[in-house]
């Protein structure tokens, strides 16, 4: 057979127009002794329709002849408009249940799913025994340039253009389909400084971030799926920022906190800011503070943090070294405690601490250098300095 040589569609269905007294619906019962020689689905035409009335049997109804074949061509024009078979409860006990390989919908407009059994009578839903759905939604391309709302036939991709102004995205409700999950590639497709923002319906949520909002950067892409309950997953993103020449860049990345974790830009800062430390050099004057730096980060995973603090003086050789001067080198985790290393004896001194700290604690590091009495005029000159660095560890 070839795809030309399709039959001609049905239009119209077999007697449209014929009136009341020239055509009928057909009954599924028996006829037999209710309507003489009157047809049924059970008995199609009954058996005196094919004895001659001589003999008395019955002549067929033309009405019969017209209501069945309506029916048969009212489903053969339904069929060849490619309309749907939606789910029909009263149907599915009447045969026993649907067939292997049946797909029905759930409504008009609703999902789609297919039997995988025979013999089926389980409701068909998402997760439903003997039921898979069938990728219905997420097809669609939708462009938008202004706040509004998501339905569920939006599900696939969405352009988003927020050159004009900011933009507020309200989503279906995650449930709203019967449980079938809803696919959604969110792209932005400027560079401007407005926003875009993501709102979940009532009681959904963004995951894993778990807020009910998410921003959409200037070019880049965000895709969610919906679990068909109450939650929205990231399940991928891009950031188009290379393609117009700019570095590329990660947007929304949760802070790290565990080995094998991205780490945010803060984080890094944090535990770098001291590498090289501060120092200070400078004529002596009277008694005073020195040295006085805090550093303070978030542990962007579990490892040490080593910290050195150190004091020198300067400027002659035979006067006698200044007085009480207390050198410190202090680490303080919120929750891992304390540890320092101080001396207050024979300088030049290097004071060194080190702390074990867990991955997201904050962690101070304090390091100072005090001379609290006036030192000989012949020592001129002083250097103090500090530093710390992080080591992450498994």
Not at 128 to 138: D, I, K, R, S
Not at 238 to 257: K, L, R
Not at 298 to 321: D, E, K, M, R
């Amino acid at each position: 057979m070839q795809a030309s040589s399709v039959p001609g569609k049905f239009s119209i269905p077999w007697g449209n127009s014929a009136g009341t007294g020239y055509i009928r619906p057909i009954p599924v019962a028996s006829q037999i002794g209710v309507s003489n020689g009157a047809a049924s689905l059970t008995d199609g035409f009954p058996p005196n329709a094919f004895v001659a009335v001589a003999a008395g049997g019955a002549p067929p109804w033309g009405q019969d002849f017209n209501g069945i074949l309506r029916q048969i061509t009212q489903w053969n024009q339904w069929q060849q408009a490619g309309a749907p078979i939606v789910y029909d409860a009263a149907f599915q006990t009447s045969i026993g249940g649907y067939p292997m390989g049946a797909v029905v919908q759930i409504g008009a407009g609703g999902p789609a799913f297919m039997s995988t059994v025979d013999n089926n009578a389980a409701v068909p839903a998402s997760g439903a025994a003997g039921w898979m759905p069938l990728p219905t939604f997420g097809g669609n391309v939708t462009t938008v340039s202004g706040t509004g709302a998501l339905t569920a036939q939006s599900a696939g991709l969405v352009l988003v253009n927020a050159s004009s102004g900011n933009i507020n995205i309200t989503m279906p409700a995650v449930s709203g389909v019967n449980g079938l999950p809803l696919p959604f590639c969110f792209v932005r497709t400027d560079n401007s400084a407005n926003s875009v923002t993501l709102i979940a319906a009532s009681g959904d949520t963004f995951w894993p971030i778990q807020a009910s909002s998410f921003s959409v950067s200037p070019l880049t892409s965000y895709q969610v799926k919906g679990d068909g309950s109450h939650a929205w997953w990231s399940v991928g993103g891009t950031n188009f920022a290379a393609i117009n020449g700019s570095a590329s860049q990660a947007f929304n990345v949760a802070p790290g906190t565990q080995p094998q974790n991205a780490v945010q830009l803060s984080q890094l800062k944090g535990a770098t800011n001291g590498i090289g430390g501060s120092a200070t050099y400078g004529g002596m004057g009277g008694p005073g503070v020195f040295l006085s730096k805090t550093y303070t980060f978030l542990a962007p995973s579990n490892g040490w943090v080593c910290a050195t603090a150190y004091v020198n003086f300067g400027g002659a050789s035979s006067p006698a070294q200044p007085g009480s001067v207390t050198n410190l080198a202090m680490i303080t985790g919120s929750a891992s405690g304390t540890s320092q290393s101080s001396d207050a004896t024979q300088w030049p001194m290097t004071n060194t601490s080190a702390l074990k700290v867990v991955a997201g604690e904050t962690v101070t590091i304090s390091t100072s250098a005090t001379c609290a009495t006036s030192p000989s005029s012949g020592w001129n000159s002083i250097g103090a300095g500090s530093s710390y660095l992080f080591v992450p560890t498994n």
